[in-house]
Nanobody
């Protein structure tokens, strides 16, 4: 399984970014996909998840109302729309995939390489 993320960058507080991630590989099929993030000196933190069909999704309380996870035509591609970014959102954002539904990072088998998001004042 191979996960490729894109869309990170440096923005000012209040701005928006959209991350995307596409999964591929001979065993990649009908996986739940999601996003975690890791800020400097902190543990990895659940951000959002969505099931393969895109019918079920949720986001962490810390980003609710500002972030949204979605899919469009390709069920193997997931998006994370991040609005009204705050300095505390600065982190490396990782795309994840697994057959299970969890908010625990240890459960997720497949991780992307990460994309950096930096929010400044």
């Amino acid at each position: 399984v191979h996960l490729v993320e894109s869309g990170g960058g440096m923005v000012q507080a209040g701005a928006s970014l959209r991350l995307s991630c596409t999964g591929s590989g001979p065993t990649f099929a009908r996986y739940t996909m999601g996003w975690f993030r890791q800020a400097p000196g902190k543990d990895r933190e659940f951000v959002a998840r969505i099931n393969w069909r895109g019918a079920m999704s949720d986001v962490a309380e810390s980003v609710k109302g500002r972030f949204a996870i979605s899919k469009e035509d390709d069920p193997n591609t997931v998006y994370l729309q991040m609005d009204n970014l705050e300095i505390e959102d600065t982190a490396v954002y990782y795309c994840v995939a697994d057959s299970r539904w969890s908010v625990q990072p240890a459960v997720w088998d497949y991780w992307g390489q990460g994309t950096e998001v930096t929010v400044s004042s």
